[in-house]
């Protein structure tokens, strides 16, 4: 045995000896804040990524459609658009707060270059609440043709060339030719509010009726009647008694929600007694009397789904603070429901494009014609292949594709054959591999960026932050694809290298994609 356990010895390696390092602390003292020495006498580096985007981006192109919304002659000056732009893209690249924001472009010197300041600075460029503003300022319709002219200048696709295309296809007796492949496909960008629930609803509706009690009763003059009682601690106990329980039967549930729009009612009654007797609603701020009219409408649809016994209303609120978002039923294994905007977007070339976008529920399947014809509008041909998923691929679509040459991925329709050639397997297992890379784009923006949870609070103003980070998804791209470029370029010069490329035909498709740019 002890043989045996010699000879197993021998074969185990013996592990390297560890490294022991020194560490020896500083003896001079800390240096004082005005004495560090600092490189601004040298100039921005060239090859600095905010400096390459900064040259993507066709800020002057677009000037005069944002300073179209100003006074030429009345009002203090407003911030730039590149100002504006470049401060939204900042916050989406680096993913942080407005605040935030703020002061990452007060300590950078690049990101002030990016947003047009000619000379470094150490004071804010703004109030981080500008960022509001320049959400509302900056529609989703104008980042939408800046992305899309961004990829278009990259892509080196000038508008004669698009023109001559197009004329070539009307001309020719023969049927047009088709080129590229175009991915279509839909998903929803949640926002940020909680699970919603019908009697979590109803419990915040009654706290803020009892707040506009208090406030409309203070403001009157002659007081004529006591304070109208609203029985609010009886009520939040009546919430707590439900809400907190772990699974709470269907009785206790509809009992519970029954006393909520009690509350509810009597509330509104005593609103409209104390509006009687003089009570201005001028008193309330303009976000109470918002949420005046959200809760008298959020108290008509529960108490129809109540009556009722129904479970779904039509445009139903969700959320007293955001009443424009809509529960989108999705049907997936994780969330069969999300709140907040579905949006059927387009992509090709690696390039993903916002073509749709609604706060209700839609058929995306009604979108490909449109997106298709935008397609050849923006390329000046059809796409030799549409990749699309099951939903998209309905008879008048798939009709209105051959019609025009287009192969629409996906099994045909009708009883599936028995037999399965190997080219159609192999076939349909390409077309998918194509058609992950928009899910790849939709995962990239919910993960890295803030598609998956949309912290903007105003319909508007959430999607312009969506569309941002669209936009901010394909200049990642192109700086990706430029750095890669560079690397080709180096491969190239180098004489081993260069034998290297020859021999494999490594990188082939480079200069039919035109990934290369040079941005000198």
């Known amino acids: 045995m002890k043989k045996v356990q010699e000879k197993e010895l021998k074969w185990v390696k013996p592990l390297a000896p560890r490294r022991i390092k ?64 470049g401060a939204l893209i900042i916050k989406e690249k680096l993913g942080i707060s ?32 500008m ?22 200048q990259a892509l080196e696709i000038p508008e004669e060339t698009v023109q001559e295309k197009k004329l070539e296809a009307e001309d020719s007796k023969s049927e047009p ?34 707040t506009i009690i208090d406030i409309l009763y203070k403001s009157l003059e002659v007081k004529t009647i006591n304070k109208p009682r609203t029985y609010r601690n009886i009520a939040r106990k009546n919430y707590l008694l439900v809400a907190k329980k772990r699974k709470p039967t269907l009785k206790e549930k509809r009992r519970a929600i029954k006393i909520q729009l009690q509350y509810i009612n009597r509330n509104l009654s005593h609103i409209q007694q104390l509006i009687e007797l003089g009570a201005s609603l001028e008193n309330l701020s303009n976000r109470q009397y918002k949420m005046l009219l959200v809760v008298g409408e959020v108290y008509r649809q529960q108490l129809w789904l109540y009556e009722n016994q129904k479970q779904s209303i039509e445009d139903r609120i969700v959320s007293l603070g955001q009443p424009h978002i809509r529960p989108i039923i999705r049907g997936k294994a994780g969330k069969k429901t999300e709140f907040g905007a579905k ?54 679509n798939r009709a209105w594709c051959q019609e025009r040459g287009i192969r629409l991925s996906g099994p045909p329709l009708g009883r599936p054959p028995k037999n399965v050639s190997k080219e159609n397997k192999k076939q349909a297992a390409y077309d ?4 992950n890379c928009i899910e790849g784009k939709f995962g990239q923006g919910k993960r890295r960026f803030s598609l998956g949870r949309v912290m903007a609070k105003l319909p508007h103003t959430s999607l312009t932050a969506i569309a941002i980070t669209f936009l901010v998804m394909n200049l990642s791209t192109l700086l990706s694809r430029g750095f890669w470029g560079f690397l080709w370029q180096f491969f190239q010069i180098t004489s081993f290298f260069s034998n290297f490329i020859r021999k494999s035909d490594v990188l082939p498709n480079f200069k039919q994609q035109k990934l290369i740019f040079a941005f000198a």
């Open 22 to 85: 020194m560490y020896r602390k500083a003896q001079e003292q800390e240096t004082a804040p005005e004495k560090f020495q600092l490189p601004f006498e040298e100039k921005l580096a060239l090859d600095n990524r905010w400096v390459i985007m900064a040259k993507m981006i066709p800020w002057s192109e677009f000037d005069g459609e944002y300073a179209a919304i100003f006074s030429e002659k009345i009002g203090a000056p407003a911030k730039t658009f590149r100002m504006a732009l």
């Open 98 to 129: 407005d605040r935030e924001t703020v002061e990452q472009i007060r300590e950078n010197p690049y990101l002030q270059y990016f947003i047009g300041m000619s000379t470094y600075s150490n004071k804010p460029p703004f109030d981080p609440s």
């Open 131 to 152: 960022l509001v503003h320049f959400r509302e300022r900056i529609d989703i319709n104008l980042v939408n043709k800046i992305n899309r002219e961004i990829v278009k």
């Open 177 to 210: 030719t088709n080129r590229g492949k175009l991915i279509l496909d839909a998903t929803c960008t949640p926002a940020d509010i909680s699970y919603p629930t019908d009697l979590g609803l109803l419990n915040q509706a009654r706290k803020h009726t009892e």
């Open 343 to 396: 949006l059927s977007a387009s992509c090709h070339d690696g390039y993903v494009f916002i073509d749709h976008i609604s706060w209700d529920n839609f058929n995306e399947s009604g979108d490909l014609k449109s997106q298709v014809e935008a397609y050849r509008t923006y390329t000046g041909y059809y796409p030799e292949s549409l990749h699309a998923d099951k939903i998209y691929r309905t008879r008048d």
């Open 432 to 435: 998918e591999g194509i058609r």
